[in-house]
């Protein structure tokens, strides 16, 4: 165990407290899935859409409400729980009830914090990618545990349930201000423009330069040097550059990447995979490469402002354009061509610079909210997550609760 429990808990193994269930798959039920945030549910209750299914169902096995089900393969990343439905599922999954009465539901609690805490990745003899293997019942069964009598064992999980409902409302509510601060930072970007009348001018005639990086950049990365903007810096919704920085150092004989050394005020785009994400170059991003997957649009600053370019380019009718841009099937692309035709509105350079300084402030405090509501939702994970650990292994009375 991670934690000491109390003295008076009882050592244990899976094997004596669980009994695993071998009931045949049963025609006509959906199929149950037990999700890594502990729910053990039919798939119908969440979405059908991105799983694999099995024409033949072989070796499927039923379900019941009230079953424990632990994913033999998924179960170190939480996916372990009570059924709350009927069905079919998985050959992967150890499905078990109850032995001697104890509580399954803070059973599975237990098994998701070992799980999650990383102690089962050191009971498991095949450790692979990505998982830790179980599907040897054997093995399962060999896990120890310590546990409190079944009456504590259900009031612990009833003050989870409780306690963590709270948290989760919480946290929803949160998730909600957040929607509503992106929309409303999305509406305060549409309205800026909007004064300003349809698109009409082509982006090419402001356009003094446009190329898209080289290739072979991988071979020159180093630990030091200059900055090499890959995809993942450009931004989804502002237009600065972030993210980790990749270093490239090239030899005195390569000169090719020479062409794309950004320069002040330059305008990238994605031009695969994140289509709409765009970019404005400054601080220490100047004098940095870009690779293939970003076109660098060079702009005539004396017309136009191209930060002005950037912010119109997340306005609804800047990021259409773009997804109407894009071609090629299941790869999605933009070709420099597509970059040029894109159409902007015309302002006097003045105008321009107001807007787009007035969108820097306006939507730099809503983003200062944002960062200040994702905080507070991670802390209260790592809450929800403590209080957890801490019930379950006896590390607060929760009667003192009740």
């Not at 050959?91 to 609690?109: K, N």
């Not at 870009?290 to 600053?301: G, K, P, Y």
């Not at 983003?367 to 997550?385: A, H, Q």
Request: aromatic content about 8%; charged content about 25%; glycine content about 8%.
């Amino acid at each position: 165990m991670i934690t000491t429990p109390p003295p008076e808990w009882r050592e244990t193994t899976v094997r004596r407290v669980l009994r695993l269930l071998e009931r045949p798959a049963r025609s006509g039920l959906g199929v149950i899935t037990a999700y890594r945030d502990g729910t053990v549910t039919l798939r119908s209750n969440r979405r059908e859409d991105g799983y694999t299914f099995s024409d033949t169902e072989n070796g499927y096995q039923e379900i019941r409400p009230g079953d424990l089900v632990f994913h033999a393969l998924d179960g170190f990343a939480g996916a372990v729980g009570v059924s709350d439905s009927h069905g079919n599922g998985s050959p992967v999954y150890h499905v078990c009830e109850s032995v001697v009465g104890d509580d399954p539901a803070y059973l599975a609690r237990l098994l998701r914090h070992l799980g999650t805490s990383g102690f089962l990745a050191t009971q498991a003899p095949n450790v692979r990618e990505r998982s830790v293997d179980f599907r040897n019942w054997s093995t399962f069964a060999r896990i120890p545990l310590v546990l409190p009598e079944a009456d504590e064992q259900r009031a612990i999980a009833c003050y989870l349930d409780r306690e963590t409902a709270r948290i989760d409302t919480l946290i929803e509510e949160q998730q909600r201000l957040i929607e509503m601060l992106r929309e409303r930072r999305q509406a305060i970007i549409d309205v800026a423009f909007s004064v300003l009348g349809e698109p009409c001018v082509r982006l090419r005639r402001y356009t003094r330069f446009l190329t898209s990086g080289s290739r072979g950049w991988a071979d020159y990365y180093a630990d030091e040097g200059e900055r090499f903007v890959r995809i993942g810096n450009l931004p989804r919704a502002s237009l600065d550059l972030r993210g980790d920085v990749q270093f490239v150092h090239l030899p005195a004989n390569v000169t090719e990447g020479s062409r794309t050394m950004l320069e002040a005020g330059d305008l990238l785009f994605s031009i695969t995979a994140y289509l709409g994400s765009v970019a404005v170059v400054g601080g220490d991003w100047v004098g940095a490469y870009v690779s293939q997957h970003v076109a660098l649009c060079r702009l005539e600053s004396e017309h136009v402002d191209s930060r002005f370019i950037g912010w119109f380019m997340l306005t609804t009718a800047g990021q259409d354009q773009l997804k109407e841009g894009a071609a090629g099937g299941a790869k999605m692309q933009l070709a420099l061509d597509d970059i040029r035709g894109l159409r902007v509105p015309l302002a006097p350079v003045n105008e321009q610079r107001s807007i787009a300084a007035s969108l820097d402030e306006q939507t730099a405090k809503i983003d200062t909210l944002i960062e200040e509501t994702e905080r507070f939702i991670e802390l209260s994970r790592e809450r929800r997550s403590a209080l957890i650990t801490a019930a379950v292994t006896g590390q607060i009375d929760v009667r003192e609760g009740a």
